[in-house]
């Protein structure tokens, strides 16, 4: 494994050098060939065990813990960091450039009271989750290992711990930028942007404002990000600036989870008892949070401050405009309707009107449209209980359909590879990290297998696909820390 570290060549209040703390007895829960396959690591299992526990630090790695601030649930938290993780090194070959970090590996000095571990149930969510996310098209960080340290945390309850190898195209955060802000050290804040660019946009060095096309960039590729995650019903959960990222990948899952029921105001964070990060508030909170990164960034836009004001507020308004625009699009689609039209935007309006009222899976929903096409309303309509208004709705929906003379097998077609059949299911996660605590990993295995073809099966062929009964609907998820 070749690793190399970049981020040490910037000054040492970046980061803390330090070695993850070994543990007693580890085992390899969970390994992903395809993505080693990416970043060309090729290891023995015993060195896969020694160095994803943490217990073997390759020979060209120089472990760091990054520094950073953020805004948690909106306020201003100084002292973050890499509490819990350290990061390998970078792996760069023709495929890209990868963070290799590893998350629950010990004590750092950015810990605070915190034990530097995670338990086994976050590590193995966010690897089905991260994992499932790549396969539905969401840019995201990914999972390389998932390791039982063989030592119980103390949380709640006690905890098996683990150990997730993640893998990034950075763990730059807007946290990372607003540390050196808030401490008016501008010059880090430039060398910071400057490595961005460098590392993710490095197109932009051809510009003549650099760092207003830095948040441009930002901006454009959180875009994506969010209306992507509001295509697949997805809701982060902790949408602080510290886990928002530069370079537009999901990162930091913790309480995260996928709609079962659709509800603009779902919330499944513990944590979360305002709904500040609700499902439907996603694409604000990102503005939010990249207005933080633009106040970051605005000294640097412009001299005159004036005029530095007004580029950034363009570049936000536009975000605001685009995204909603993305989004709306991007659901038009989901139905097979052109997103430009009014009329297609009122039936995609009245449609999710009626699955909010009625508590459809959001899921199985999209899924059973393209089944109408070849006359069977069955799938969908269980969906509903409000049957007539239903009826009239899928009545429209097929007149607008017409309009678009798009011939219905290539139309299916269309909507089968926008509307998964899979997602992974809270409830599934739960039941999964419920029996790996009593040593039986085939459930996560088998999501995660599942999680690798999101598009391809039958709505009534697979558990998987299922939505959760009433009593099976996870409401909550814990921050799991
Ligand atoms: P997260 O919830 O993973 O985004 O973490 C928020 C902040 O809390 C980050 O600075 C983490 O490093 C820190 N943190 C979370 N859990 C722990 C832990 N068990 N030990 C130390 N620091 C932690
Ligand atoms: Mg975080």
């Known amino acids: 494994m ?43 299992e015993q060195e896969k065990l020694d160095i994803f526990s943490g217990n073997k630090i390759p020979s060209d790695s120089i472990p760091i813990a990054l520094n950073y601030s953020g805004h948690q ?5 100084h002292e973050l960091g890499d509490g819990r993780a350290v990061l390998l090194g970078e792996i760069n070959n023709q495929n890209g450039n990868y963070d290799i970090q590893l998350k629950g590996s010990g004590l750092t000095k950015f810990s605070r009271q915190g034990d530097g571990r995670s338990a086994l149930g976050p590590v193995i969510r966010e690897y089905i989750v991260s994992e499932a996310m790549h396969y539905l098209d969401v840019p995201t960080s990914r999972s390389l290992a998932a390791v039982a340290t063989g030592e119980y945390v103390a949380r709640d309850n006690f905890e098996p711990g683990g150990i997730l190898t993640r893998v990034a195209k950075s763990h730059l955060r807007v946290g990372t930028f607003e540390y050196f802000a808030s401490r008016q050290q501008w010059q880090d804040v430039k060398l910071l942007a400057d490595f961005a660019i460098q590392r993710h946009y490095p197109e932009i060095r051809e510009t003549n404002n650099h760092y207003l096309e830095l948040l441009k960039k930002v901006a454009e590729n959180q875009s994506i990000l969010i209306s992507k995650w509001m295509g697949v019903g997805f809701v982060h959960g902790v ?29 499944f964070s513990s944590i979360d008892q305002n709904g500040r990060y609700a499902f439907g508030n996603q694409p604000s909170i990102s503005a939010w949070n990249l207005a933080s990164l633009a106040g970051c960034l605005i000294a640097f836009i412009d001299k005159d401050s004036d005029k530095a004001n007004e580029l950034a507020t363009e570049v936000l308004d536009n975000f605001s405009v685009e995204t909603n625009q993305r989004i709306l699009n991007l659901m038009c689609q989901k139905i097979g309707l052109d997103g430009s039209s009014k009329e297609n935007q009122e039936i995609l309006r009245r449609l999710l009107k009626i699955m909010m009222d009625n508590e459809a899976d959001y899921t199985i929903t999209f899924r059973s449209l393209s089944k109408i096409i070849e006359n069977d309303t069955q799938k969908f309509l269980s969906q509903f209980k409000q049957k007539a208004e239903v009826n009239i709705w899928i009545q429209d929906w097929q007149n607008a359909i017409e309009k678009e003379s798009k ?37 996560m295995k088998e999501m995660i297998n599942v999680s690798k073809t999101p598009f391809d099966g039958e709505l009534e062929n697979s558990v998987y696909a299922e939505a959760p009964s009433k009593d099976q609907r996870i409401t909550q998820t814990f921050c799991g820390t």
Do not use: W
């Open 73 to 77: 649930f909106g306020n201003f938290v």
């Open 239 to 267: 949408m602080n600036t510290d886990n928002f990222s530069i370079s537009g990948e999901t990162i930091d899952y913790g309480p995260c989870a996928f709609l079962d029921e659709y509800h603009p105001g779902k919330v």
């Open 407 to 443: 011939e219905k097998s290539l139309l299916k077609k269309e909507l089968d590879t926008i509307n998964p059949v899979f997602i992974p299911r809270n409830h599934l996660i739960q039941k999964a990290i419920d029996e790996s605590y009593e040593g039986n990993y085939d459930l």
């Open 2 to 44: 070749k690793l190399s570290n970049s981020y040490i060549g910037l000054p040492e209040e970046f980061y803390q050098q330090i070695n993850p703390t070994p543990v007693e007895n580890p085992s390899l829960l969970q390994f992903n060939d395809e993505l080693a396959e990416l970043l060309k690591i090729s290891l023995e």
